[in-house]
């Protein structure tokens, strides 16, 4: 399996088990569909399962599939916010690149410039999120339901993750 971390935080962000796990805009972006699953009232064989009473299951929800295994965090955000946000975690990314793969930087400098004007005219469609560390500086996570979805797919910055395989 592998797994996708952000560069800055080592938060796991993604893996290759999520659901149409796909690169889009050239490349720029990691990208991955989305489902519900049951979290809660799971049983790790601690207690004696002949003594409970009926009715006495443990509450179950309905959780996202890539919120919950990955632990993000909601962070909800102004499209002001947004573009600060986004414009001093690019510079981030791309001294990054600089300093990790240089023949990068040009392309994903000039794909961003792109990319950033036509999000922008959809952000209010976006949900955003960060990583289990809640670190400011760290990447994004953006959510967002395509037409007609019934859950969100889900946007990553490429170039600030590191993939692992385990």
Not at 56 to 63: G, I, L, N, R, S
């Amino acid at each position: 399996m592998k797994v996708f971390k952000d560069v800055f935080t080592e938060d796991e962000m993604c893996s290759d088990a999520m659901k149409n796990l796909r690169e889009e805009a050239n490349g720029l972006l990691l990208v991955c569909d989305s489902y519900n699953i049951s979290a809660g009232g799971e049983d790790f064989g601690i207690e004696n399962n002949d003594e409970e009473a009926p009715g006495d299951d443990e509450a179950t929800a309905q959780v996202n599939i890539v919120v919950h295994s990955f632990g993000l965090q909601s962070c909800p955000m102004t499209k002001k916010d947004f573009q600060l946000v986004i414009k001093k975690y690019l510079k981030k990314v791309k001294g990054h690149l600089d300093a990790n793969a240089p023949d990068k930087t040009d392309g994903f400098m000039a794909g961003m410039k792109e990319w950033i004007p036509k999000m922008l005219k959809e952000f209010s469609e976006y949900d955003f999120y960060m990583g289990k560390s809640c670190d400011p500086d760290a990447g994004l996570v953006m959510a967002k339901y395509d037409d007609g979805a019934t859950y969100p797919t889900f946007y990553y910055i490429l170039d600030g993750l590191k993939a692992e395989k385990f």
